[in-house]
Structure formats: structure tokens, C-alpha cells
């Protein structure tokens, strides 16, 4: 080959002929590459077309919701210090008939303004138009309650909008950057098909709702440099008089909080797993290199004598590492790129956001392939080292036997139940301790890597259990427009098919511990209740206490606050009073960070007459239907929400998404169980196949060969899958407690079925990988390998 040295010559004649590990290798560069890359490109994907998206239709940097302001109230905010756009809106839940559906659903419907597009969170108009002043009845409706009930412009849907059905006519289909992740009441996933958004003209708003003159919804953007915090504390001085429920900045809207609580997710993805398998692969680039080296002891003594510097032999096995990772940074491109594709279709599905197209990462390009060739060097630097420090005379010669000195281990091999081949893998085992060690290290990382993931399922599970039917024991969530007296829960109870009935408010509240706060909202809970209940971190029901306020974790946490401790809540609502409360406990909630008081004790604090602002129902199966027909149309109801289509909904969504997300990590897992045991088995046959064929010529049968060989890997298999189901658990803490979020937390559940599957996926590569071995051991050539110097 022209142009080429000895060296280079030698280099591609040795990844010809350790082609197989060389592709084990590649292979398991390329799955921690394609995550990276995967991870990192969907990350710039959603993290540019959403600030697009916010950017183009002006979303805004402040909201806050009222009971009712006038629109006098608007100069007032207008004329704060660094508030630069201020839009007033009418915003309401209703309940909807939609043909065809037999669960009522919900929709919140906001106002336009009565010409034109609004000033902040315009909307995208896909199809149609907007609404005419003069039409009262006429609205845009989100993409993705259009495409999940097959509703087109044209189309009308009935909507109960204070009491009173009314007939809507779709005149457009759009979508809002405040709406990219749309949340019904009482609902932990989005449901297309029962919970949409609505666009009304504003005027028809204020008639329907009696709102005249009045504003219940305030959106408001701030000048660069400004303290929004600051803004936001005289926001709600302004609107306390009314009703104000408090402001708070983009990153706590429901909407975009999902999004960056999926963005921190796909960053943790890319900090950890890849490191799993980059650090697999170092290991075998050093079993590989030290292997190569110590057959090539000659040919390093020649190069020396021929005049090659240790720089030039340490930079030839370097570029081994280097050539074969090289290969999997780009099958790992390659990989990452498809990766990315599916996810952003899914993406696509879950996040309404335009023009949501995977874009090239670059800095994901770099970082991936600096990370792939920077453990292949480390991987390979100390066999290169050792071997550049070989001298000619000492290379010359074969290397010096290993040392078979007597030890503990005869007394194993002394066992008279052990047959012949059984000693003769133990001993190769103990010989070679780091060998075993990295092959161990090997086979646990796969494991770990996919009980890591795995116990997804498990958490799934945990907390579908927790929240739909420990927690939650009801079977309907009502949310009315206003509090309402105790009187309206007596009248849910004599609706049809209402078997028990329990009230529940929700209050908007600032907690403060020291110098610390957080926004919340604090549920009144009945002293009996049995609807909602709230658990312990062991599982025990706790029952709401007379005094003081209990605490979710995640909010404990926040707070630095622990059982016994007293926090101040700001209460913003009615008489908004100031108390400070004691902690009397600290339950687990798996989504938001709630907090639970005594309802009676809440109605007292804010000096009002008991009161509630929805309730929780249980319901008789056999009239249910006639349950969900009389409940349409109840007056002051702004929504309801039925259990079972949460579960349906909540299954729904993890079918297209964790299901599919967790096949890949299965796949990827059983890839680096399979590049390990393939790895391993190609160095013992070539280091033993002089050691193999002389046992066929005394008379050993190939399954007895067969079993020497693939007998040391099962064994490195047995003890290294229980080491990984550990690993792997503590891997899943790791990735629970980086993924964490005020949104939600994914409890460590790992069940005995998840360690199984993630074992018996490691015995299947790995015995795939082992049987392409095996077969060279039937079509050893035993005149010639006998004839090969040691």
C-alpha cells in the first residue's frame, strides 16, 4: 500500500484479524455515542423550536389568575416598574358533549380579544379562521382535541358555560405556546379525546360568564434586566383586593414546567448512561491491547531493533484504540441520528409545538466522540506504555510463564466431586484475576445498566397503584367555578348513582421556612376522609390532624423542614391571613408538591363559613351512565374528571412513549452483555488454542472443549449478574434522585420479575455471542495449532 508505513500496514492487518472484537467493541462505542447523541439532539430540538415557538407568538413572562377585577385594575399593572405588554383575558372551564364520547369532558375556553389576535400567547392557525365579533357562538379549538375526536371547521360541539348548554360552532383549529403540554382537572397525563382549549371572543365570554367590564386572567411580559420577582410581588398587591390567587413567572406555567421537566430529564440521560458503556468499552480496548501485545512481543522487539522510539510503538497501539472506536463514534452517529428521529416523533405527539423537527446537534457530535475517544485512550494507554518499555533483547523472547504457585486454591481443586474440566476453568479463572475482574466488570454493567432502566416499569406501577387506587379511592373529581357552601355536596349526593360524597378545597398559598418559599397549593382534606387519602413513606394511612399542616417530601425538602418544624403559610385567598403552622407530617406524593390541612381548621383560618371548591364522589358501576348525563348540566360545575379515563389516558400515553423508550435500552443493555462474553471468548481461544487442541488429542470430546471454554464466561456470568442487579439498583437511585422535579419524583421500585428480565436478557446475548465461538472450536486445525510456538 502506497503512502502507508510498515506500522500503519501492520495496524489494519491486525483489526482485519480481530475483526469480530473489533466489532464488539464498535458496537458498544456506538450505543453510548447514539445515546448521547440522541439525548443531546432532542434536548436542542425541543429547547430551540420551543423558544421559537414562545418567541414568535409572544408568550408571556408572568401570569396570575383573579376572581374578578375590574378592568380598571389594568392601568394599575400597566404602570409597574419593567412591565412592558399587560393583556387581560376571561378564562373558564367547561364541560362539553362531544358525539360519539360517553365520559363527559372538559375544556378551557379563553377570551380574544373582540377584533383582531391577542397581544400574548397568540395562537397558530392551522385551518380556518377566527371567530366574528358579531358570532357569539363561534370558537377555535386546539390541534389536538380536533385530531383525537375527528372534529373539523364547520363542526359544532355542545359546551355547558354557566349552567347552560350551548351549541359551538369550530370556525378554527390552532394551537397556543401556553398550551404545548395541556392538563386537564385533576389529570397527571394529557387526555386529547376529554380535555381541549377553546378561543372565544371576548364579548360572548362576558355575557356568558357575567364578567362585563371584568377580568379574571392577567398575562404580562417584562422589559430585559428586570427583577421579575420584583414584578411579580406587585402584581399581586395590585390584584389582592380582588381575589388574586398570586402571580407566578414562565418557568412555574403548568405547560412549560413539563417541558423543562422533560429537557432536565434528557440531560441525565446523557450524563449517565453513556458513561456506562464508554467505560465497558475502555475495559475491553485494555483486554483486547494487552492481549495483541503480549502475541506480538517478537515483532515489538524488531521494530525496536529496526529503530522505532517508544513514541512511535506507544502511538501505534494507540491508534488501535483509536481506529476501532473511530468506527463506533460513526455507527454511533448514525444510531443517535435514527434515535433521535423516533423520539422526536413522539415528542412531536405529546408536545404541541410547530415545526418540532430533529435538528444536528453539533456540540453532541463533539462532546460523544470526545468522550468514545478519550476512554478508548485511557482504555489503552497503559498496555501501550508497557509495551514501548519492552527492550529488543527482553521482546525478543516469550514472555516469562505465570507464576503456578501452590495457594487456598488447591483446596478447591482438591474436591474429588470436581471433574477435570471443571479445575481446569477454575484455575484459569484464579490465575488470571484482572482478566476475570474486567469480564465481571462487563457482564455487571449490563445488568446494571438495565435494571437501571427496567424498573421504569415497576415505578409505572407503583405509582398508578398509588395514585388511582390507594390515594385516590374515588371514582369522580368535581371542580366548581367558586367555593360553594356544604350545601352543594348534598346535592351531589342525591345526583344518580352517588353513593358517598366528600368535600375538598384548594387554596393557593406562599410557604415560608427561613429565608426559603415556595408557592403551592394547600388541600383541605375532611378529618374522615376516605375519597382522598394521604401515605406514609412506608405505605401506613395517615390521618388528616386537627392542627398544623402536612407536608409532601418533595416539598419538605425544598423547605428544609422535618416533622415538628413550623412553617408560615401565606394564605391568598379570602381574608388572606398569616399563620405560622406546625409540621405534623411528612407523606409521599409522586407528582406536584402538595401540602394537607383539616378542611374545618382551613374554613376557620380564612374565617369563613365551611366551604369547599369541589368534591370527590364514589360511584354505584351500574349507573354511572346515568351519573355522567345528570351531572352535564349542573349548575356553578366547572369540571369533572372520571378515574377510569385517567387510568386509560395515563396507559395511553406510556404505551407510545416509556414502552418504546424502554425496548431500546433493552436492546442497547443485551448489546453490551453480548460485546463483553464475545470479547472474552475470542481471547481464550486464542490464548488457549494450543491448550484446547492438545486436550482433543488426548481424547477430550468437543463438548468437554466446549465446556472449558464457555464454562469460565458462565461462571463470570453467575457472579457478575447479582453484582449488577446491586449495581444497577443503586444506578436507579442515581437517575431517580437526578430526575427528580417539583412536577413529579419516580419512586426506586425494582421487583424480583424486573432483575429477572434484565438477567435472563443478559444470558440470551450472551449465549448468542458465545455459540459464534464455539463453532471455531469444532474447526480447530489440531496438527497446526500444535505446531505454533508459545
Not at 686 to 706: I, K, N, P
Request: glycine share 8%; charged share 20%.
Amino acid at each position: 500500500m502506497k503512502g502507508l508505513s510498515p506500522l500503519d500496514i501492520k495496524l489494519l492487518r491486525d483489526i482485519w484479524h480481530m475483526r469480530g472484537q473489533a466489532i464488539a467493541v464498535g458496537i458498544i462505542v456506538a450505543c453510548g455515542v447514539a445515546i448521547m447523541v440522541m439525548a443531546l439532539g432532542t434536548l436542542s430540538t425541543l429547547s430551540a423550536s420551543r423558544d421559537a415557538y414562545y418567541e414568535r407568538y409572544r408568550f408571556a413572562d408572568v401570569f396570575t389568575s383573579v376572581r374578578r377585577a375590574p378592568e380598571s385594575a389594568a392601568a394599575r399593572l400597566r404602570a409597574i416598574d419593567g412591565v412592558q405588554t399587560i393583556e387581560t383575558r376571561i378564562v373558564r372551564l367547561v364541560i362539553l358533549r362531544i358525539p360519539d364520547v360517553e365520559e363527559p369532558a372538559n375544556a378551557q375556553i379563553v377570551s380574544l380579544p373582540d377584533t383582531g389576535e391577542s397581544i400574548l400567547n397568540r395562537i397558530v392557525l392551522f385551518s380556518g379562521r377566527y371567530p366574528e365579533t358579531r358570532s357569539p357562538d363561534e370558537i377555535i379549538i386546539s390541534n389536538a382535541f380536533a385530531e383525537a375526536n375527528g372534529l373539523q371547521t364547520g363542526d359544532a360541539i355542545e359546551a355547558v358555560m354557566n349552567g347552560r348548554l350551548r351549541a359551538l360552532t369550530i370556525v378554527g383549529i390552532g394551537d397556543s405556546p401556553e398550551f404545548i403540554y395541556a392538563l386537564g382537572p385533576g389529570s397527571l397525563m394529557p387526555d386529547d379525546r376529554l380535555f381541549g382549549i377553546f378561543w372565544m371572543r371576548r364579548q360572548a365570554l362576558e355575557a356568558a360568564f357575567d364578567l362585563d367590564g371584568a377580568f379574571n386572567s392577567v398575562s404580562l411580559t417584562v422589559a430585559p434586566g428586570t427583577d421579575t420577582a420584583l414584578v411579580i410581588d406587585q402584581v399581586d398587591d395590585v390584584l389582592a383586593p380582588y381575589g388574586g390567587t398570586g402571580a407566578i413567572d414562565r418557568s412555574d406555567q403548568l405547560s412549560n414546567a413539563f417541558v423543562e421537566s422533560e429537557m432536565n430529564q434528557l440531560k441525565t440521560m446523557a450524563r449517565i448512561i453513556p458513561a456506562v458503556f464508554l467505560a465497558v468499552s475502555a475495559v475491553l480496548i485494555h483486554s483486547i491491547l494487552n492481549r495483541l501485545i503480549q502475541t506480538e512481543r517478537q515483532q515489538i522487539g524488531l521494530f525496536k531493533a529496526f529503530g522505532y522510539s517508544r513514541r512511535e510503538i506507544t502511538w501505534h497501539y494507540l491508534k488501535f484504540a483509536i481506529a476501532i472506536t473511530a468506527g463506533g463514534v460513526l455507527a454511533g452517529f448514525a444510531l443517535g441520528f435514527i434515535l433521535q428521529n423516533l423520539i422526536t416523533q413522539l415528542y412531536a405527539e405529546t408536545f404541541r409545538i410547530p415545526d418540532l423537527t430533529w435538528r444536528i446537534d453539533s456540540f453532541a457530535l463533539f462532546a460523544s466522540a470526545l468522550a468514545a475517544l478519550g476512554s478508548a485512550i485511557a482504555g489503552s494507554m497503559s498496555a501501550a506504555l508497557g509495551a514501548a518499555k519492552l527492550s529488543p533483547a527482553e521482546a525478543m523472547q516469550p514472555a516469562p510463564p505465570v507464576n503456578y504457585h501452590q495457594g487456598w486454591l488447591r483446596y478447591i481443586l482438591q474436591m474429588r466431586w470436581l471433574d477435570e474440566p471443571t479445575r481446569l476453568i477454575l484455575r484459569h479463572l484464579f490465575r488470571f484475576p484482572a482478566r476475570t475482574a474486567a469480564n465481571l466488570f462487563g457482564i455487571a454493567a449490563a445488568v446494571a445498566l438495565l435494571v437501571s432502566t427496567l424498573f421504569s416499569f415497576d415505578a409505572i406501577d407503583t405509582i398508578m397503584e398509588q395514585m388511582f387506587f390507594r390515594t385516590n379511592a374515588h371514582d369522580a373529581a368535581i371542580t366548581f367555578f367558586e367555593g360553594r357552601n356544604d350545601t352543594a355536596l348534598s346535592e351531589l349526593s342525591r345526583l344518580p348513582g352517588v353513593m358517598s360524597a366528600e368535600g375538598v378545597r384548594d387554596i393557593p398559598a406562599s410557604l415560608e421556612a427561613g429565608h426559603r418559599s415556595e408557592r403551592v397549593g394547600i388541600t383541605g382534606l375532611p378529618a374522615d376522609a376516605q375519597l382522598r387519602r394521604i401515605l406514609s413513606a412506608d405505605g401506613r394511612y395517615v390521618d388528616i390532624p386537627s392542627t398544623g399542616i402536612v407536608l409532601s417530601s418533595q416539598l419538605a425538602d425544598m423547605l428544609h423542614v422535618t416533622t415538628g418544624d413550623l412553617v408560615t403559610a401565606h394564605f391568598l385567598d379570602a381574608t388572606r391571613p398569616v399563620v405560622d403552622l406546625p409540621v405534623t407530617a411528612v407523606v409521599d406524593e409522586f407528582v406536584g408538591t402538595p401540602a394537607f390541612m383539616d378542611l374545618q381548621t382551613m374554613n376557620a383560618l380564612l374565617d369563613q363559613p365551611p366551604t369547599i371548591s369541589g368534591a370527590y364522589l364514589k360511584l354505584d358501576p351500574l349507573a354511572q351512565a346515568a351519573f355522567e348525563e345528570s351531572v352535564i348540566e349542573r349548575p356553578g360545575i366547572a369540571g369533572v374528571s372520571l378515574r377510569a379515563a385517567a387510568i386509560d389516558s395515563f396507559e395511553e400515553t406510556l404505551q407510545e412513549t416509556i414502552y418504546i423508550m424502554m425496548s431500546i435500552y433493552a436492546v442497547i443493555g443485551g448489546a453490551i452483555a453480548a460485546g463483553v462474553v464475545y470479547n472474552a471468548a475470542r481471547i481464550s481461544l486464542t490464548e488457549r488454542g494450543r491448550e484446547l487442541a492438545s486436550l482433543r488429542v488426548l481424547g477430550f470430546t468437543h463438548h468437554e472443549v466446549g465446556y472449558i471454554l464457555l464454562g469460565e464466561l458462565a461462571l463470570v456470568a453467575l457472579v457478575g449478574i447479582p453484582i449488577g442487579c446491586i449495581g444497577g439498583i443503586a444506578l436507579a437511585h442515581l437517575i431517580a434522585t437526578a430526575m427528580a422535579t417539583e412536577l413529579y419524583r419516580i419512586p426506586v421500585v425494582v421487583n424480583p420479575s424486573t432483575l429477572g428480565v434484565a438477567a435472563m436478557i443478559v444470558l440470551f446475548s450472551s449465549t448468542i455471542a458465545a455459540l459464534f465461538v464455539v463453532r471455531r472450536v469444532r474447526s480447530l486445525d489440531l496438527i497446526a495449532v500444535l505446531k505454533t510456538r508459545e
